[in-house]
C-alpha cells in the first residue's frame, strides 16, 4: 500500500519511543505492521520473539500478527521463529510470561468474567465476600456486608479497583483480608483471573530478578494499542519494561477511551510525551473506513469535548458520500421508530447491502427488546452479540422454560413451576416448523432425568440433558428448508450450550439436586446479567444477519450501515447509575482519582457517540422516540449529540424521497469480510478434516462437549513431561525427591472424585516413570521443548500450535530429527492425530527453523508406543493448498455435512447432525448422545 507522509514517519521512528495518534478507519494495523517488519530488517540482532504487540482483544491481536506475517514473506521471505512474536491482550502476554518461566502456574487456568462470577457465588462464604461492608451514605454504613448473587459483580468491580488502582493509603484491615481469602481460594482451586495475571507478573518483575532478567532481554520492542484504555496496573507493567531499555511505542485516540468506568485512564495517552520524553508523535488522520459525511459529521460532535487533543480526520475511503446516505428521525412512539429501522433495513438489503453489514448500536440494552420484536415480525435475520439478549429470543425462552419444567420434579425445588402445556407452546411459538410429536417426545423424555434418579454427580450433566433435548426435537439442518432462520436458531443455542458450560465448569461436582436448582436459579436471576460486553463472539464466520449489540461491543469493528436508536437525554447520553454500587463499600479517599470511574459524565458518553458513527462505512440513521411505554415518556428530551450531528450539512430529515432515490440507485457492490485474516490452529484443522460440518456446530454455532470426570488428566502428565524435558534440556538433576514434587505440583483433576483421583494420580506416576526409564537415554538430545509454531499459508491465512518435543537420534551414523508429540489414552479420544495434522507439524518446524524434519513421532504415554512416519517433503506443499481450501471453505459458510458411518457413528455432534432415519441407519439408540 502507499503509505502517507505520516504513516511513514511512524514505521521509520525505531531507534526511540513513539507515541502514534490514530484516529478511527486510519490503518494503524498496517503501519505497525510495517514499524514491526522495519525493526526486523534493520536490527538484525533483534529476533521476532523480541517483538510484542499488546491488543485490546484477542481479535485485533490476530489481524496484527497476520499483516507481519504477509509482510514479512512479501518484503524479507522467510523469517525464522516468527511464531514467537507475541501479539495478543495484557493478561494473555503475561500468562506466557508466567507459564514458560514459573513451572508451578502450568496448571493454573483463567477464569473469565462469567466463569469468575459464578465461582465466587459457590464459595461464597471463603470468597471474602463477606468481610466487605457497607461503608458510606449514613443509614446501615459499617452493618451492611456484600449479599450473594445481589452484589456479587459490585464484589468482582471492588475486586479490580482495589488491585488495579492507585491507592492513597493502605487498605483497611477488613478489605486486606477479603482480598487475601478471595485469592487464597482461587489458588486452592489453581484459577487465575485476569487481575490477578498482572498482578502476579508485576511481583515477579519487581522482587524476582531471574524472572526480570528473562521477560526484559525477551521484550526489546513494546508496541500498546488502545493505549488511551490502559488502566494504571498495565502502566506500571510498560514502565518496568521502559526502565528495562524497551523501546515503546503506544498507538491510541483520545476521542476513543471508553472504558474509564473500568479504570482505564484518558490521562495516560494525553500526558505520554511528557512523562516519557517522547519527540516524536505521529498523527494518522486519513480515515480510509468512512464516506466524507461519516466523517465530517463525527468530527462535529466530537470537537465538542474539551479534554482530547486538537485534531482533524481527513476522508479517504473509497466510498462516496450520497445524498441520503445519513438521515435523522423523530417519533411519537417507540414502535414507529423500531418500524422506521426495520424498513430501512429492508431498503438496503434490497439496494445490494448484506444483512451481516448492518449493525444496531444500542446505549441501553432495554431497547433491544422491542427492535427484535420488530424485526422478527418483519422476517430480518438478525443475531445477539454477546449473551444477555441472548435471553430474550424465544428459542432461549423456550429452552429456560424446559429445565424450568425439569425442575419442577425436584424435590428442592425453588422458583417457578411450568406445566408440560407451556414448554410445548413454547417451542411451538418459535419461528421455526417444529413436529409437535417431537416435542412430546423430548418432553417425555425429561422423566428419566428427574434429579431423584441420580445418585453420583457425574450421572447427572446438564449440557447431556439439553443436547439430548434438541437431539428430540430434531431441530436439524435440512437443505431448502428455512435454512436462514434455523441457522439463527442454532447460532443461539449454540451460545446457551456455553452459557451452560460457563455453569457446569464451576457446579460439575455437585450433587442432581442441587446442580439443577441452582442452574435454574443461574438462568432465571443472574445469567441475563451476567456477561461482559461482547462475550461469545463468534471467532469465525457470522451469519448473514443483522447484529444487535451494545456500542461497546462494536470496538474495533466497522459495517455498511449503522443505526443508532434512543437519541435522548438520560439514554444517550445515559443517566448515571443510582443505586447502590462498589463505591458503598470503598472508603472515601482510599483510590486516587476516584472521579475518572464514574459513568455518564458528558464528555465520555460523546466519545461513545463519537465511536458508534465511526463505525459506519456509508449509512448512518440516528434516531429516537419517547418511549411512552418503556420509560412513561420521562426521557424523551432530544440528546445533545443528535442536536450537534444536525449541524452537520451531511444529514437531514428522512422523508419519502430518500426511499425513491434508494431506489433508483444502482445496486451495491459489496465484498464483506470474506478476505478478512483467518487463523486456524490444530483443533479447527481436525474437526474441519474428519467433517466441516462438526467443524460448523463447534465453531460456528458453538456448541460444547460435555465435561467429563477425568477431564485434566491428559494435561497434567503433558505438564509433568514438559518440567521434566526442561530439567533435562538444563542438565538438571532428576533423581531423589524431584520427580515426586514435579507429580505433586502438576497433577489436577478439577472434575474427578477423590477415589479416582487415587487411581489416576496413581497411573500418572507410573506413566513418567516409564517415560523416563525409556527414553531417559534421549534427554541430552533435546532440541526444543514446547515450541510455538505458525505458519502462514498466504491469502491472509494463518495455522498455529504448538511442538511438544523435538529431539535427534543418529541412525545408521546419519543425524535424524524426530517432531514428538504426546498423547495419553484420554486425551485420544477428542484429540486424536491425523496425517494432515502431522504434516502442519512439519511445516511449522521447518517455519521455525529453516530446517526439515525427518520424522514424526506420536508417542502414547499410556503404553510407552512410539507410532513414527516419515517425513516427504513433497508432500508439503500439497498440504498448504488443503490448509487454502479449508480456509476458503470456512469463509464462505460452505460446511456441508459429511454422513459417512465411520466419521457420523462416533461423532460426539451427531445427536445435532442425523437424522432418526439415519440413526436407526447407523444403529445408534434413538436417545443415546
Given at each position: 500500500m502507499e503509505y502517507t507522509v505520516e504513516q511513514r514517519k511512524a514505521i521509520s521512528v525505531i531507534e526511540e519511543n513513539l507515541q502514534i495518534i490514530a484516529g478511527a478507519g486510519s490503518g494503524k494495523t498496517a503501519v505497525v505492521a510495517q514499524r514491526a517488519i522495519n525493526i526486523l530488517k534493520q536490527k538484525p540482532h533483534i529476533k521476532p520473539g523480541n517483538l510484542v504487540a499488546i491488543t485490546f482483544t484477542d481479535k485485533a491481536g490476530e489481524e496484527i500478527k497476520s499483516r507481519i506475517l504477509r509482510l514479512a514473506q512479501e518484503q524479507i521471505g522467510d523469517i525464522q521463529g516468527m511464531s514467537e512474536l507475541y501479539a495478543g491482550t495484557f493478561h494473555g502476554f503475561c500468562l506466557q510470561l508466567l507459564q514458560e518461566y514459573v513451572v508451578t502456574y502450568q496448571k493454573y487456568s483463567v477464569l473469565d468474567t462469567i466463569k469468575n462470577k459464578i465461582f465466587i457465588d459457590k464459595n461464597y462464604e471463603k470468597s471474602g465476600m463477606p468481610l466487605v461492608i457497607k461503608v458510606r451514605n449514613g443509614l446501615g454504613a459499617g452493618e451492611t456486608p456484600m449479599r450473594i448473587y445481589i452484589d456479587t459483580d459490585k464484589y468482582m468491580g471492588l475486586l479490580s479497583v482495589l488491585r488495579e488502582s492507585e491507592l492513597e493509603s493502605a487498605l483497611p484491615p477488613h478489605l486486606q483480608q477479603a482480598l487475601v481469602e478471595y485469592e487464597t481460594l482461587m489458588h486452592e482451586h489453581a484459577y487465575f483471573d485476569f487481575t490477578m495475571i498482572m498482578n502476579e507478573t508485576l511481583k515477579l518483575l519487581k522482587n524476582d530478578k531471574d524472572f526480570f532478567d528473562k521477560a526484559t532481554q525477551r521484550v526489546r520492542y513494546l508496541t500498546i494499542d488502545e493505549y488511551q484504555d490502559t488502566n494504571p496496573i498495565q502502566e506500571k507493567l510498560l514502565q518496568i519494561f521502559h526502565s528495562a531499555g524497551t523501546n515503546i511505542c503506544v498507538v491510541g485516540d483520545d476521542d476513543q477511551t471508553l472504558y474509564q468506568w473500568?479504570?482505564?485512564?484518558?490521562?495516560?495517552?494525553?500526558?505520554?510525551?511528557?512523562?516519557?520524553?517522547?519527540?516524536?508523535?505521529?498523527?494518522?488522520?486519513?480515515?480510509?473506513?468512512?464516506?466524507?459525511?461519516?466523517?465530517?459529521?463525527?468530527?462535529?460532535?466530537?470537537?465538542?469535548?474539551q479534554e482530547r487533543k486538537e485534531k482533524q480526520m481527513i476522508p479517504q475511503s473509497d466510498k462516496q458520500y450520497e445524498k441520503g446516505d445519513m438521515v435523522y428521525k423523530e417519533f411519537e412512539e417507540e414502535e414507529e421508530e423500531y418500524q422506521f429501522i426495520a424498513d430501512r433495513i429492508l431498503d438496503l438489503h434490497e439496494m445490494g447491502l448484506p444483512f451481516s453489514e448492518i449493525a444496531v448500536l444500542l446505549r441501553v440494552k432495554k431497547l433491544g427488546k422491542g427492535i427484535m420484536r420488530t424485526l422478527q415480525r418483519n422476517q430480518i435475520p438478525f443475531v445477539i452479540e454477546g449473551v444477555n439478549e441472548l435471553f430474550e429470543t424465544e428459542e432461549i425462552g423456550a429452552i429456560k422454560a424446559t429445565f424450568d419444567y425439569l425442575n419442577g420434579f425436584n424435590k428442592k425445588h425453588i422458583g417457578n413451576r411450568v406445566s408440560?402445556?407451556?414448554?410445548?407452546?413454547?417451542?411451538?411459538?418459535?419461528?421455526?416448523?417444529?413436529?409437535?410429536?417431537?416435542?412430546?417426545?423430548?418432553?417425555?423424555?425429561?422423566?428419566?432425568?428427574?434429579?431423584?434418579?441420580?445418585?453420583?454427580?457425574?450421572?447427572y450433566i446438564i449440557q447431556k440433558i439439553y443436547q439430548e433435548f434438541l437431539d428430540l426435537l430434531e431441530l436439524k439442518e435440512v437443505e431448502?428448508?428455512?435454512?436462514?432462520?434455523?441457522e439463527i436458531i442454532l447460532y443461539n443455542l449454540g451460545k446457551f450450550s456455553q452459557a451452560i458450560h460457563d455453569f457446569e465448569t464451576i457446579y460439575y461436582r455437585t450433587v442432581a439436586e442441587n446442580k439443577l436448582k441452582y442452574f435454574c436459579k443461574f438462568l432465571e436471576h443472574t445469567a441475563g446479567g451476567y456477561y461482559p460486553e461482547g462475550h461469545l463472539q463468534n471467532a469465525y464466520i457470522q451469519p448473514d444477519a443483522v447484529r444487535i449489540m451494545t456500542i461497546h461491543q462494536s470496538k474495533g469493528l466497522e459495517f455498511g450501515a449503522v443505526f443508532i436508536p434512543g437519541l435522548c437525554k438520560n439514554i444517550f447520553p445515559a443517566q448515571k447509575i443510582g443505586g447502590l454500587s462498589m463505591w458503598h463499600f470503598i472508603p472515601f479517599g482510599l483510590v486516587r482519582n476516584e472521579n475518572r470511574y464514574s459513568s455518564g459524565d458528558l464528555e465520555s458518553e460523546r466519545r461513545l457517540f463519537y465511536v458508534a458513527a465511526t463505525r459506519s462505512k456509508k449509512f448512518l440513521f440516528l434516531t429516537r422516540a419517547k418511549y411512552k411505554e418503556i420509560y412513561k415518556g420521562k426521557n424523551s428530551i432530544v440528546s445533545p449529540f443528535l442536536v450537534e450531528s444536525k449541524h452537520s450539512g451531511y444529514i437531514f430529515e428522512y422523508d419519502d424521497h430518500v426511499?425513491?432515490?434508494?431506489?433508483?440507485?444502482?445496486?451495491?457492490?459489496?465484498?464483506?469480510?470474506?478476505?478478512?485474516?483467518?487463523?486456524?490452529?490444530?483443533?479447527?484443522?481436525?474437526?474441519?478434516?474428519?467433517?466441516?460440518?462438526?467443524?460448523?456446530?463447534?465453531?460456528?454455532?458453538?456448541?460444547?462437549?460435555?465435561?467429563?470426570p477425568a477431564m485434566g488428566y491428559g494435561k497434567s502428565v503433558h505438564n509433568m513431561?514438559?518440567?521434566?524435558?526442561?530439567?533435562?534440556?538444563?542438565?538438571?538433576?532428576?533423581?531423589?525427591?524431584?520427580?515426586?514434587?514435579?507429580l505433586s505440583r502438576h497433577f489436577h483433576l478439577p472434575y474427578a472424585n477423590e477415589q479416582m483421583k487415587i487411581n489416576m494420580r496413581q497411573k500418572a506416576e507410573k506413566t513418567i516413570s516409564e517415560y523416563i526409564g525409556k527414553n531417559g537415554k534421549d534427554f541430552d538430545r533435546i532440541v526444543f521443548v514446547e515450541k510455538e509454531i505458525e505458519i502462514a499459508i498466504g491469502e491472509g491465512v494463518r495455522?498455529?500450535?504448538?511442538?511438544?518435543?523435538?529431539?535427534?537420534?543418529?541412525?545408521?551414523?546419519?543425524?535424524?530429527?524426530y517432531i514428538v508429540d504426546f498423547k495419553t489414552e484420554i486425551r485420544s479420544l477428542s484429540e486424536d492425530v491425523g496425517v494432515e495434522q502431522l504434516k502442519i507439524y512439519a511445516l511449522g518446524y521447518k517455519e521455525l527453523t529453516g530446517e526439515n524434519a525427518d520424522f514424526i513421532e506420536v508417542y502414547n504415554l499410556d503404553n510407552q508406543e512410539p507410532n513414527r512416519k516419515r517425513i516427504l517433503q513433497d508432500d508439503l506443499a500439497a498440504t498448504k493448498d488443503i490448509i487454502l481450501?479449508?480456509?476458503?471453505?470456512?469463509?464462505?459458510?460452505?460446511?456441508?455435512?459429511?454422513?459417512?458411518?465411520?466419521?457420523?457413528?462416533?461423532?460426539?455432534?451427531?445427536?445435532?447432525?442425523?437424522?432418526?432415519?439415519?440413526?436407526?441407519?447407523?444403529?445408534?439408540?434413538?436417545?443415546?448422545?
Amino acid at each position: 500500500m502507499e503509505y502517507t507522509v505520516e504513516q511513514r514517519k511512524a514505521i521509520s521512528v525505531i531507534e526511540e519511543n513513539l507515541q502514534i495518534i490514530a484516529g478511527a478507519g486510519s490503518g494503524k494495523t498496517a503501519v505497525v505492521a510495517q514499524r514491526a517488519i522495519n525493526i526486523l530488517k534493520q536490527k538484525p540482532h533483534i529476533k521476532p520473539g523480541n517483538l510484542v504487540a499488546i491488543t485490546f482483544t484477542d481479535k485485533a491481536g490476530e489481524e496484527i500478527k497476520s499483516r507481519i506475517l504477509r509482510l514479512a514473506q512479501e518484503q524479507i521471505g522467510d523469517i525464522q521463529g516468527m511464531s514467537e512474536l507475541y501479539a495478543g491482550t495484557f493478561h494473555g502476554f503475561c500468562l506466557q510470561l508466567l507459564q514458560e518461566y514459573v513451572v508451578t502456574y502450568q496448571k493454573y487456568s483463567v477464569l473469565d468474567t462469567i466463569k469468575n462470577k459464578i465461582f465466587i457465588d459457590k464459595n461464597y462464604e471463603k470468597s471474602g465476600m463477606p468481610l466487605v461492608i457497607k461503608v458510606r451514605n449514613g443509614l446501615g454504613a459499617g452493618e451492611t456486608p456484600m449479599r450473594i448473587y445481589i452484589d456479587t459483580d459490585k464484589y468482582m468491580g471492588l475486586l479490580s479497583v482495589l488491585r488495579e488502582s492507585e491507592l492513597e493509603s493502605a487498605l483497611p484491615p477488613h478489605l486486606q483480608q477479603a482480598l487475601v481469602e478471595y485469592e487464597t481460594l482461587m489458588h486452592e482451586h489453581a484459577y487465575f483471573d485476569f487481575t490477578m495475571i498482572m498482578n502476579e507478573t508485576l511481583k515477579l518483575l519487581k522482587n524476582d530478578k531471574d524472572f526480570f532478567d528473562k521477560a526484559t532481554q525477551r521484550v526489546r520492542y513494546l508496541t500498546i494499542d488502545e493505549y488511551q484504555d490502559t488502566n494504571p496496573i498495565q502502566e506500571k507493567l510498560l514502565q518496568i519494561f521502559h526502565s528495562a531499555g524497551t523501546n515503546i511505542c503506544v498507538v491510541g485516540d483520545d476521542d476513543q477511551t471508553l472504558y474509564q468506568w473500568r479504570g482505564s485512564d484518558i490521562d495516560n495517552i494525553l500526558t505520554f510525551d511528557k512523562r516519557y520524553n517522547v519527540q516524536n508523535v505521529a498523527y494518522l488522520m486519513d480515515n480510509f473506513r468512512s464516506s466524507k459525511g461519516i466523517v465530517e459529521l463525527s468530527h462535529g460532535v466530537i470537537q465538542n469535548n474539551q479534554e482530547r487533543k486538537e485534531k482533524q480526520m481527513i476522508p479517504q475511503s473509497d466510498k462516496q458520500y450520497e445524498k441520503g446516505d445519513m438521515v435523522y428521525k423523530e417519533f411519537e412512539e417507540e414502535e414507529e421508530e423500531y418500524q422506521f429501522i426495520a424498513d430501512r433495513i429492508l431498503d438496503l438489503h434490497e439496494m445490494g447491502l448484506p444483512f451481516s453489514e448492518i449493525a444496531v448500536l444500542l446505549r441501553v440494552k432495554k431497547l433491544g427488546k422491542g427492535i427484535m420484536r420488530t424485526l422478527q415480525r418483519n422476517q430480518i435475520p438478525f443475531v445477539i452479540e454477546g449473551v444477555n439478549e441472548l435471553f430474550e429470543t424465544e428459542e432461549i425462552g423456550a429452552i429456560k422454560a424446559t429445565f424450568d419444567y425439569l425442575n419442577g420434579f425436584n424435590k428442592k425445588h425453588i422458583g417457578n413451576r411450568v406445566s408440560k402445556q407451556e414448554v410445548i407452546q413454547a417451542w411451538l411459538s418459535i419461528d421455526y416448523p417444529l413436529e409437535s410429536q417431537n416435542i412430546e417426545r423430548a418432553i417425555t423424555r425429561l422423566e428419566y432425568w428427574k434429579p431423584e434418579n441420580f445418585k453420583f454427580y457425574h450421572e447427572y450433566i446438564i449440557q447431556k440433558i439439553y443436547q439430548e433435548f434438541l437431539d428430540l426435537l430434531e431441530l436439524k439442518e435440512v437443505e431448502g428448508v428455512n435454512e436462514n432462520r434455523l441457522e439463527i436458531i442454532l447460532y443461539n443455542l449454540g451460545k446457551f450450550s456455553q452459557a451452560i458450560h460457563d455453569f457446569e465448569t464451576i457446579y460439575y461436582r455437585t450433587v442432581a439436586e442441587n446442580k439443577l436448582k441452582y442452574f435454574c436459579k443461574f438462568l432465571e436471576h443472574t445469567a441475563g446479567g451476567y456477561y461482559p460486553e461482547g462475550h461469545l463472539q463468534n471467532a469465525y464466520i457470522q451469519p448473514d444477519a443483522v447484529r444487535i449489540m451494545t456500542i461497546h461491543q462494536s470496538k474495533g469493528l466497522e459495517f455498511g450501515a449503522v443505526f443508532i436508536p434512543g437519541l435522548c437525554k438520560n439514554i444517550f447520553p445515559a443517566q448515571k447509575i443510582g443505586g447502590l454500587s462498589m463505591w458503598h463499600f470503598i472508603p472515601f479517599g482510599l483510590v486516587r482519582n476516584e472521579n475518572r470511574y464514574s459513568s455518564g459524565d458528558l464528555e465520555s458518553e460523546r466519545r461513545l457517540f463519537y465511536v458508534a458513527a465511526t463505525r459506519s462505512k456509508k449509512f448512518l440513521f440516528l434516531t429516537r422516540a419517547k418511549y411512552k411505554e418503556i420509560y412513561k415518556g420521562k426521557n424523551s428530551i432530544v440528546s445533545p449529540f443528535l442536536v450537534e450531528s444536525k449541524h452537520s450539512g451531511y444529514i437531514f430529515e428522512y422523508d419519502d424521497h430518500v426511499q425513491k432515490d434508494y431506489r433508483i440507485r444502482p445496486k451495491l457492490s459489496w465484498n464483506g469480510a470474506k478476505d478478512l485474516p483467518i487463523v486456524l490452529n490444530f483443533s479447527v484443522l481436525k474437526d474441519f478434516y474428519n467433517c466441516s460440518y462438526r467443524f460448523k456446530l463447534s465453531f460456528f454455532y458453538g456448541f460444547v462437549q460435555p465435561i467429563e470426570p477425568a477431564m485434566g488428566y491428559g494435561k497434567s502428565v503433558h505438564n509433568m513431561i514438559y518440567e521434566i524435558h526442561k530439567r533435562a534440556a538444563a542438565k538438571e538433576d532428576l533423581g531423589g525427591q524431584v520427580l515426586e514434587k514435579i507429580l505433586s505440583r502438576h497433577f489436577h483433576l478439577p472434575y474427578a472424585n477423590e477415589q479416582m483421583k487415587i487411581n489416576m494420580r496413581q497411573k500418572a506416576e507410573k506413566t513418567i516413570s516409564e517415560y523416563i526409564g525409556k527414553n531417559g537415554k534421549d534427554f541430552d538430545r533435546i532440541v526444543f521443548v514446547e515450541k510455538e509454531i505458525e505458519i502462514a499459508i498466504g491469502e491472509g491465512v494463518r495455522v498455529t500450535g504448538r511442538i511438544d518435543l523435538v529431539k535427534r537420534k543418529e541412525v545408521d551414523d546419519n543425524e535424524q530429527t524426530y517432531i514428538v508429540d504426546f498423547k495419553t489414552e484420554i486425551r485420544s479420544l477428542s484429540e486424536d492425530v491425523g496425517v494432515e495434522q502431522l504434516k502442519i507439524y512439519a511445516l511449522g518446524y521447518k517455519e521455525l527453523t529453516g530446517e526439515n524434519a525427518d520424522f514424526i513421532e506420536v508417542y502414547n504415554l499410556d503404553n510407552q508406543e512410539p507410532n513414527r512416519k516419515r517425513i516427504l517433503q513433497d508432500d508439503l506443499a500439497a498440504t498448504k493448498d488443503i490448509i487454502l481450501h479449508a480456509a476458503g471453505e470456512i469463509r464462505n459458510n460452505r460446511l456441508e455435512k459429511v454422513c459417512e458411518k465411520n466419521k457420523c457413528t462416533s461423532c460426539y455432534l451427531n445427536y445435532l447432525c442425523l437424522s432418526r432415519e439415519k440413526k436407526r441407519e447407523y444403529e445408534i439408540s434413538p436417545v443415546a448422545i
